[in-house]
């Protein structure tokens, strides 16, 4: 599809009498910059400072200020786009965007233009600032004449760079960071895997990616504190993180209604399961133990985390919990469970 809607745009083009596509876009940006130009050019001639012109002119020349009908305004007309300028800014990363009825109301049928940067999520004019695709054309090669090193991400790629990477749990609040030294952007499935031993992937959210080289680029505090760190790392100074942080990740894998579960019916009359090293530790744990009010409250933890959504989870725990009490209300004397053969106690919760 989008190899026939280029032929189309050469096609459009060549009808016109152009040789590209992007020698119609500077055309069109021409037209559209000299129409701003004119427009702006006749409304200044009602402004005061014409008007003061103008008596000046009429009296210098011995006219009288009506008959002095144009006066240059005090701005100089637009410099000319060409094709290669087009180009250019595409090959920067500029993309021109038209409001659909995917955006807002007030951007339907309005166009503006982006940029995609490594570290950037994106720069971009302001959403719905052209009436037209030229002007957004034409703005985007401004842009690019006011800061060339936009167009100089070639140099960046080739180079590692410092990723971050900010990960949410769609249960638990709050957010953690992973940290890349590579060249090309982490995708998702690298940053999953630095959570693997404890979560799924259906449980995260990359709330967003950073290139902190970039910041360290433009910002020298950040640079300097990335420096410093740095040779903290290498000379052992006080307060550097000598050997990575213990993570206990016996229960990294349950979320906070989970855990709450295992925390009140497990580390009572269960306490052996609490200490498990592992989320397999702890179903063979369970498996091997017959009491049927842990298979029971197993399976609902399984079932709650195949919900669709934290909703339909925490209203599957909360009947879990509720159904546990009837049973367990009955069974308050149970002594702590000491696992010998897998079959010493054995209780029916019902159905």
């Not at 933890?301 to 159904?323: L, M, V």
């Amino acid at each position: 599809m989008q190899a026939c809607n280029a032929v189309t745009e050469l096609e459009k083009a060549q009808a016109l009498g152009h040789a590209s596509v992007e020698e119609l876009i500077a055309a069109d940006a021409n037209a559209a910059l000299r129409a701003q130009h004119v427009a702006a050019a006749r409304a200044y001639q009602s402004s005061t400072h014409a008007i003061e012109r103008k008596t000046e002119a009429a009296c210098k020349h011995g006219l009288t200020p009506d008959q002095i009908s144009w006066v240059e305004p005090p701005f100089d007309a637009p410099v000319r786009i060409t094709a290669a300028d087009v180009v250019a800014a595409r090959e920067a990363g500029f993309e021109v965007q038209l409001g659909t009825a995917e955006h807002r109301l007030e951007l339907i049928g309005r166009w503006w233009w982006t940029l995609t940067r490594p570290g950037w999520t994106s720069a971009e004019s302001s959403a719905g600032n052209f009436a037209t695709k030229a002007e957004a054309w034409a703005d985007a090669v401004r842009a690019l004449r006011d800061d060339p090193s936009l167009g100089s991400t070639a140099k960046a790629a080739e180079e590692p760079r410092l990723w971050v990477a900010m990960v949410e749990h769609v249960e638990c609040p709050g957010a953690r960071l992973a940290v890349f030294f590579q060249k090309e952007e982490p995708v998702d499935a690298e940053i999953y895997a630095r959570y693997a031993a404890t979560t799924k992937p259906t449980e995260l959210d990359i709330a967003g990616l950073f290139d902190l080289s970039f910041e360290a680029s433009v910002d020298s505090e950040t640079a300097r504190a990335l420096v410093t760190y740095a040779n903290a790392q290498v000379e052992g100074d006080l307060g550097a993180i000598s050997s990575p942080a213990a993570v206990d990740l016996t229960r990294g894998w349950l979320n906070p209604g989970q855990l709450a579960i295992l925390e009140k019916y497990a580390s009572g009359q269960f306490s052996y399961l609490a200490r498990s090293e592992s989320e397999e530790e702890l179903r063979s744990s369970v498996a091997r133990c017959g009491d049927g009010v842990l298979r029971f409250l197993m399976t609902e933890i399984s079932s709650a985390e195949d919900c669709s959504s934290g909703d339909q989870a925490r209203a599957r725990i909360e009947i879990a919990i509720s159904q546990l009490q009837s049973v367990l209300g009955a069974v308050q004397d149970i002594p702590e469970w000491t696992p010998k053969d897998g079959h010493d106690l054995i209780l029916n919760a019902g159905s």
